[in-house]
């Protein structure tokens, strides 16, 4: 069974910065593409960015470009989102995920993940 534990969340004001992390069970995770989606209240969840097994390739999201980055570190288990220049609109629950066996053309598709974590949530001040 996978698990994905994330944490890094919190409250910041407007122009700061925070790390999200996203923890991961088993052996094989750096077999796996890993994406972080958000969903802020009353949306719907919305793709974010996605890293591929070695952290060579990334995708983000038009509205994060330029400000959040992910990494991974595959000897930890860990896949990170480092969020700068936060604006109020960032505000929302974060979520990582494990994508399951598609074509990195289908990365920002939510059905294309196949286990989730529980989310955490950030919160940016005006």
């Known amino acids: 069974q996978v698990q994905l534990v994330e944490s890094g969340g919190g409250l910041v004001q407007a122009g700061g910065s925070l790390r999200l992390s996203c923890a991961a069970s088993g052996r094989t995770f750096s077999s796996y593409v890993m994406g972080w989606f958000r969903q802020a209240p009353g949306k719907e969840r919305e793709f974010v960015a996605a890293?591929?097994?070695?952290?060579?390739?990334?995708s983000y999201a038009d509205s994060v470009k330029g400000r959040f980055t992910i990494s991974r570190d595959n000897a930890k288990n860990t896949v990170y989102l480092q969020m700068n220049s936060l604006k109020p609109e960032d505000t929302a629950v974060y979520y990582c995920a494990r994508f399951g066996y598609g074509s990195w053309s289908r990365v920002q598709n939510s059905s294309e993940y196949a286990y989730w974590g529980q989310g955490t949530q950030v919160t940016v001040s005006s």
């Open positions: 890293i591929n097994w070695s952290g060579g390739i990334t």
